[in-house]
């Protein structure tokens, strides 16, 4: 801003040398209004002109400033935008971990009901098996008393042995 002061008193002071130049060239000085109205319009051209420097400075600082609140404002919300991603990242991974671990204990847990759905299957299974062994052995023997007692004791002799698998 001093600078373009001191511009504007440079083409002021070269405007006013200039004219007195022109008027150096005169014995006499005469006093030109037009001379001197030509002088103002310069003048308050120089003045229009640096004021409009100073007006397009002005916009430049001003989109400037808008650019820097933008660049920050995008900033903060990829900032924003990471931290939410990561957040949601780890969300994602602890419900992994949980349901992981949820599955694990309810395979673990199938399991042990199959081993001990198989463990009183067979369980039933060899009281089944000895209470039908028991039941053939006893209807055999009860077969052989009888048939015994009318034959007497000559087939006993011929017997056969039941054999448990």
């Avoid at 039941?135 to 007692?149: D, L, M, R």
Wanted: with cysteine; glycine share 4%; aromatic share 6%.
């Amino acid at each position: 801003m001093v600078n373009q002061k001191e511009q504007t008193k440079g083409v002021i002071k070269q405007a006013e040398e200039q004219a007195l130049r022109t008027e150096a060239g005169t014995p006499e000085r005469v006093v030109d209004p037009l001379a001197e109205l030509l002088g103002r319009a310069q003048n308050a051209y120089a003045a229009y002109i640096e004021a409009q420097k100073e007006v397009a400075r002005a916009y430049k600082e001003r989109q400037l400033q808008g650019e820097k609140a933008y660049k920050e404002a995008e900033k903060r919300a990829n900032n924003t935008y990471e931290e939410a991603t990561e957040q949601a990242l780890r969300a994602r991974e602890k419900a992994e971990q949980q349901a992981e671990e949820a599955y694990q204990k309810a395979r673990e847990k199938a399991m042990q009901l199959y081993q001990d759905s198989i463990r009183q299957a067979s369980e039933v299974r060899m009281e089944t098996v000895e209470h039908a062994w028991k039941a053939c052995k006893e209807s055999t023997e009860q077969a052989w008393e009888i048939f015994q007692g009318e034959k007497g004791e000559k087939l006993e002799k011929k017997r056969p042995e039941i054999v448990r698998l």
